[in-house]
């Protein structure tokens, strides 16, 4: 049997994958599954505007996993009848004064130097686009290929194809520990009872180095980084925005994003706080996303404020996830996604598939194993 230890997009699309191909796979979820990082995400699928210097690594992951997205939509509609809401308008990036400007053609350079389709648009090109961006907004990057879904409905679809595909979900069952023998998986452990199994899927998020019984040299080096959001609610029928769109932002909002859903929620994300594993919003970082995004969206003054939350991003120490087997036969890591594990969920589903079916793994995801960390 085949334990997927977290419900979360990633954990969920690997025991959707395992099940389809005929594995016994159930997944183990110490809440309700999909309500952790999945649920507090924006659903970008963005991997070109949002690449940083020294993620160049992860950038053809990134660009390989966006391409699948829309057939992985696509699948769970005629699976399960959801649709996740998959938009194709694009992302615009914008500046607000001149160091903004400097910083984006910066950027702009920086994209060239990889190739990346983007185009450069005047403040006037983007209020052609988006009549209700500011006026102080003078320039921008737009990037047409970076889309989005609405990472709730994936949960909600991903939940139903995984059981109508004969895998088995375990909510609200908290797995405490791993055990071996022999230096191999064997089984995990539960608050009142033992579950043999023949491989273990870690793919817990912020909670994975906290499993029990991990050997040293199999546990993965992943933090939470704790994110604040507020969602404002637009009319469908007359939304403000129909692209995402990026801006600079202040304080612990290192850069803001305004993303509406097809439904006319506006969400507006996200802080970025080093905090363990607290919970709590503050007001602080709700009064810095609603100032950061009024300034490049006034309209949103008068909109209704519908939910405030925070989410915990699992990070590792260099921000890139963690794929695939270990120095422990039988422990198989899918963790560490940090920002990218709803653009990452197609293409973690397939390695991690493939190395459980297969034994095998392609070369691109070499870079994500967990033996990196020697290194650092």
Known sequence: ??????????GLSIGWRLAQAGQSVTVFD??????????????????????????????????????????????????????????????????????????????????????????????????????HISRSVSAGIYSVLDHQVDNRKVAQALKS????????????TDVRGVKTVGGRVSAIELIDNEILVDVVVLAAGAWSRNISGLPNNSRPPVRPLKGQMVAVQ????????????????NGIVPSIYIAPKSNGRLLIGATVEEMGFDRNLTAGG???????????????????LVESWTGL???????????????????????????????????TAKAITDYIVRGTMDIIFKPFSLDRFKEL
């Open 313 to 347: 991003r699992p990070a590792s120490r260099d921000d890139a996830p963690i794929l695939g087997p270990t120095k422990t036969p039988g422990l198989v890591m899918a963790t560490g996604h940090h920002r990218n594990g709803i653009l990452l969920a197609p293409i």
């Open 234 to 249: 637009m009319d469908p029928k007359a939304p403000l925005l129909e692209n995402v769109v990026w801006g600079p932002g």
């Open 30 to 131: 110490r809440g309700s599954a999909g309500k952790e990082a999945t649920w507090a995400a924006a659903g970008m699928l963005a991997p070109q505007v949002e690449v940083e210097h020294g993620e160049e690594m992860l950038l053809p992951l990134a660009l390989e996993s966006r391409g699948m997205w829309q057939g992985f939509a696509s699948e769970l509609l005629r699976e399960t009848g959801v649709d996740v809401d998959y938009r194709e308008e694009g992302t615009i990036v914008v500046a607000n004064d001149r160091d903004d400007v400097e910083y984006l053609q910066h950027r702009m350079t920086y994209f060239e130097t990889l190739q990346l389709d983007v185009k450069w648009l005047s403040g006037h090109e983007i209020r052609k686009k988006q009549p």
């Open 161 to 172: 194809a995984f059981m109508a595909s004969g895998g088995i979900l375990k909510e609200h």
């Open 1 to 10: 049997m085949i334990a997927v230890i977290g419900g979360g997009i990633c």
């Open 286 to 304: 709700v009064m810095e996303l609603i100032r950061s995004a009024w300034d490049i969206l006034p309209g949103i003054y008068d909109l209704p």
